[in-house]
Each structure stands twice: as structure tokens, then as C-alpha cells.
């Protein structure tokens, strides 16, 4: 059964920092690019970034340019998010999901809340 | 990366079709790639994945879900309205390395 199971969330104050992971299992993590979507509570889905296998190349959405890292540890099954230089508008719970093709991702975790707040 | 424009919100009574569309631009929707998705979110969960490249059913989904595109605006049909399809719903697309969300469209069966 495919799983993903995100962490590292929780309670940040403005220009903070944080590292979210993503712990796959019940498939061969390393031959999947990955992407992070966030949700801003009572608002829609946002796209944050996305890895291709091996981890290179990445991309990133325009609002998280420069602030956020994505990266992955293929012998861990693990994706990661360091967001940097973190603002209010940066509040959200933050999924990971398994890249099929194009904007298509079949499988997400439960996701994880980040709060920034002072 | 402006939002694909989706309708608030659509109602209907069980056992009818509604259609929610999504319009973006010649970057997304648009683009010659075909690269739109849909995604279907219930209160309190993760969103679950519909449709990829505008009208492939995903494992498992119901025949009554169905996308199409014309131009710069997709669509997804629900037919056969059921009160499991009360939920959120996001139209995606694919520009350039990116993905576009649209705003979402609540579903209400009424």
C-alpha cells in the first residue's frame, strides 16, 4: 500500500525557519518526482515545488523562490521542504504527492500545518 | 501563475449532471500540451486525483467523472449526482515547470 506520511510542522514566528519531510513507502520512491502543495486554511491548493528522480532538476513557485529548498534522500524514501525566511503568508497545511505526469499526482499524504504567527 | 478561474460554487439534486469549468490562458489551459487535471477534496483530507491530461480517468474513478477541453477552458462532467460528490473540487494545469490551480468549486447536492 502506498503511503505518505509528512512531518516537521508546527508553531513558527515570521522570518523562521522549518524542514518538513515526507516518508514514503509501498512503492520505489527514487523512480517518482515529487512535488509539495500547500492549502492556506479555508482557501485552495497552492503548488510549491516540485523534484524530479535523482533530485535535480527542481522547480519552484514564483511566492517560494529563494526561501524554499526542496530535496530528497532516495536510500531514506524521504522528501524534504526547508522553508526559510518564513511569513504569515506562508500558513498552510503542506501535502506531499507523487508525481505521474504533468500536474497529475496520484497519491498524497495527510499533510502536515505550518502556522507562522508572532 | 495566475489562478485558472473556477466557479464558486454549483448545486444540483441527486441523480443530475453538472459541469464545472475552468478557464485559464494560452500558457495553461490552453497550451497545445494537454496537461489539465482535476482533483476532488472532502472536508479535512488530502485531495484525490480525478482526471489527468484533460479526460484520463484515474484507478479506480467512477466512469460518471469525465474532462474535456476547448481553447482555454476545461471542463468535468459528474453525472449520476451522488451525495458522496459533495466536495471541493480543483482543476490543475501544467505551464512551464509549473502547475496552475484553479480556485476550486464546492459541490453541493442538494
Known amino acids: 500500500e502506498v503511503q505518505l506520511v509528512e512531518s516537521g510542522g508546527g508553531f513558527v514566528q515570521p522570518g523562521g525557519s522549518l524542514r518538513l519531510t515526507c516518508v514514503a513507502s509501498?512503492?520505489?520512491?527514487?523512480?517518482?518526482?515529487m512535488n509539495w502543495v500547500r492549502q492556506a486554511p479555508g482557501k485552495g491548493l497552492e503548488w510549491v515545488a516540485f523534484?524530479?528522480?535523482?533530485?535535480?532538476?527542481?522547480y519552484y513557485a514564483d511566492s517560494v523562490r529563494g526561501r524554499f529548498t526542496i530535496s530528497r534522500d532516495d536510500a531514506e524514501n524521504s522528501l524534504f521542504l526547508q522553508m526559510d525566511s518564513l511569513s504569515v503568508e506562508d500558513t498552510a497545511v503542506y501535502f506531499c504527492?507523487?508525481?505521474?505526469?504533468?500536474?497529475?499526482?496520484?497519491?498524497w499524504g495527510q499533510g502536515t500545518l505550518v502556522t507562522v504567527s508572532s | 501563475q495566475s489562478a485558472l478561474t473556477q466557479p464558486a460554487s454549483v448545486s444540483a439534486s441527486p441523480g443530475q449532471s453538472i459541469t464545472i469549468s475552468c478557464t485559464g490562458t494560452?500558457?495553461?489551459?490552453?497550451?497545445?500540451?494537454?496537461?489539465v487535471s482535476w482533483y476532488q477534496q472532502h472536508p479535512g483530507k488530502a485531495p484525490k486525483l480525478l482526471i489527468s491530461?484533460?479526460?484520463q480517468r484515474a484507478s479506480g474513478v467512477s466512469l460518471r467523472f469525465s474532462g474535456s477541453k476547448s481553447g482555454n477552458t476545461a471542463s468535468l462532467t459528474i453525472s449520476g449526482l451522488q451525495t458522496g460528490d459533495e466536495a471541493d473540487y480543483y482543476c490543475?494545469?501544467?505551464?512551464?515547470?509549473?502547475?496552475?490551480f484553479g480556485g476550486g468549486t464546492k459541490v453541493t447536492v442538494l
Open positions: 494560452s500558457y495553461d489551459v490552453g497550451n497545445s500540451w494537454n496537461y
Open positions: 504527492a507523487r508525481d505521474t505526469f504533468r500536474a497529475a499526482a496520484d497519491y
Open positions: 509501498g512503492f520505489t520512491f527514487s523512480r517518482y518526482e
Open positions: 490543475c494545469s501544467y505551464g512551464h515547470h509549473d502547475w496552475v
Open positions: 491530461e484533460v479526460n
Open positions: 523534484t524530479s528522480t535523482g533530485g535535480y532538476p527542481t
